[in-house]
């Protein structure tokens, strides 16, 4: 097949690309090269795919979830070597040091609750030398020079910390704006949520709407949503608790289309770590998921022993993997002009969907927060936009994701708070499940029609 202009314009762009990146790599470190690099695979696979698509070019879903995987093992594999070679985040001595009038905090700021020296003999010199102290929200921002692996000086400081002040204030170990580590304290007040009488009594309340709008999914079947709903709030408090993370009490969202988008949970107090905040975030889809594909899989195998409602099957073909499940267990009979599904297929397809819109890498949505903590805030805040772009394009055709995006753009788009050592990455299995889990959700949310290669659509 000839592509005529188009693969023209996508090769010549692509050499552009090289190009320009081959002159920008010549400046620069071999930390920045390969951070340079993870960045460069984090892309190529999405740029490669959209630039296929405006060129009306039709895409290999195979050979996409292929460069997808290759990719991601690159990430991984240079991700290990910058951990090799620069174990230890550092600032010189040079770099952060200030003048004696830096240290000096102007009246119309307040006055730090410890001073400069103070600090020094608190923490002394062994994993956190500081260097310029300034207030801030009632505490401070320490800047200073990072002595011991990141985890190990946090936990150390925190100590000293609490030794000296009690739980009056919590310490924070992230970057600054030039990924430097930093220091920020900050009192207890600012940090915890406390929980207020009635937000129970809310919670509860919209409950029972969502049940009520998820029975008209499928009655009485679609009360078996609850459960679905449960187990993903079930799967977070889990975690939760591991870590000793408290969590608001969920506000559920109900909605006609999918009877609830889930429930809106926030953290009461800060969370330890970015494993933790992954752990947390990826433990509610992943229930939900688990609760959701075994309802899905009941009503199928209740529908290939002719159990069920006389419907057209077509209608199965709105997402890949309900469809090929659907195939698998029930078989030829889909082939028919009408078949007899049960309707679990409904709930535990709803169930599914519901879940893949919470693993959208958007702000503090479940996905979001999985980006965040692998990733870091920059990278969120790219996914976020495509994401809201993406789902704000099809919502024009589609009411439920265009209700669904404006949700997320005025109540979650923005990121969750750093952890509490914002500093270590999860480890290469987290990275690895937190792109299964965002190719499940595509897997989801795609028609059938994708899955146009093994014979799948045919």
């Known amino acids: 097949m000839a592509y005529g202009w188009e693969l023209v314009a996508l090769t010549g762009g692509l050499l552009v690309l090289l190009v320009a990146a081959g002159w920008r790599f010549r400046g620069l470190t071999v930390d920045q090269r390969l951070a340079w690099g993870q960045w460069l695979l984090l892309g190529l696979p999405w740029g490669l795919w959209l630039g ?54 102007p009246a119309s700021e307040g006055a730090p609750f410890l001073s400069l020296p103070e600090l020094r003999e608190l923490w002394g010199w062994e994993y956190f030398f500081p260097t310029e102290l300034r207030p801030y929200r009632g505490g401070a921002i320490v800047a200073g020079n990072l002595r011991d692996n990141p985890a190990q000086a946090h936990r150390v400081l925190t100590a000293k910390l609490r030794e000296r002040l009690g739980d009056a204030y919590w310490l924070f170990l992230v970057r600054d704006g ?59 408090g889990w975690q939760a608790r591991r870590y000793g993370v408290r969590l608001l009490w969920p506000l559920w969202v109900p909605t006609a289309e999918l009877g609830s988008f889930g429930g809106v949970t926030r953290f009461a107090t800060a969370v330890p770590h970015r494993t933790a905040l992954w752990d947390i975030a990826a433990a509610g889809p992943g229930a939900g998921a688990i609760v959701s594909l075994t309802l899905l899989l009941v009503g199928l195998g209740i529908s290939a022993q002719g159990g069920g409602m006389w419907v057209e099957p077509e209608w199965l073909q709105a997402s890949l993997l309900v469809e090929g499940l659907a195939r698998l267990v ?24 519901v879940t893949a819109l919470n693993l959208l890498p958007v702000g503090c949505l479940d996905g979001g927060r999985m980006i965040q903590a692998v990733y870091g805030d920059r990278m969120l805040r790219a996914t976020g936009l495509v994401s809201l772009v993406v789902v704000g394009w099809l919502g024009l055709n589609q009411p439920v994701l265009l209700s669904w995006g404006i949700l997320i753009l005025f109540i979650q788009r923005r990121p969750e708070r750093p952890t509490l050592e914002d500093m270590t990455e999860p480890d290469d299995l987290r990275v690895w499940l937190t792109w299964g889990l965002l190719l499940f959700a595509l897997v989801v949310l795609l028609p059938w029609q994708a899955g146009f290669v093994l014979g799948w659509g045919g």
């Open 52 to 105: 296929l698509v405006a060129g009306g070019i039709r895409v290999n879903l195979t050979v996409i979830v292929l460069l997808l995987l290759g990719t991601q093992l690159g990430y991984v594999t240079l991700g290990w070597w910058r951990r090799r070679l620069f174990p230890t985040p550092t600032l010189s001595a040079g770099t952060a040091a200030v003048s004696s009038a830096s240290e000096v905090t």
């Open 178 to 236: 030039q990924q430097r580590p930093m220091l920020v304290i900050l009192p207890t007040g600012e940090v915890e949520t406390e929980m207020v009488p009635w937000l129970r009594g809310l919670s509860l309340g919209l409950l029972g709407v969502a049940l009520v709008t998820s029975w008209q999914i499928a009655p009485p079947w679609g009360l078996l949503m609850g459960l679905v709903l449960l187990a993903h709030e079930a799967g977070h």
């Open 330 to 353: 029930v078989g030829a009979g889909l082939a028919e002009p009408l078949v007899r599904l049960h309707p679990l297929v409904t709930v535990g397809w709803v169930g599914l969907v």
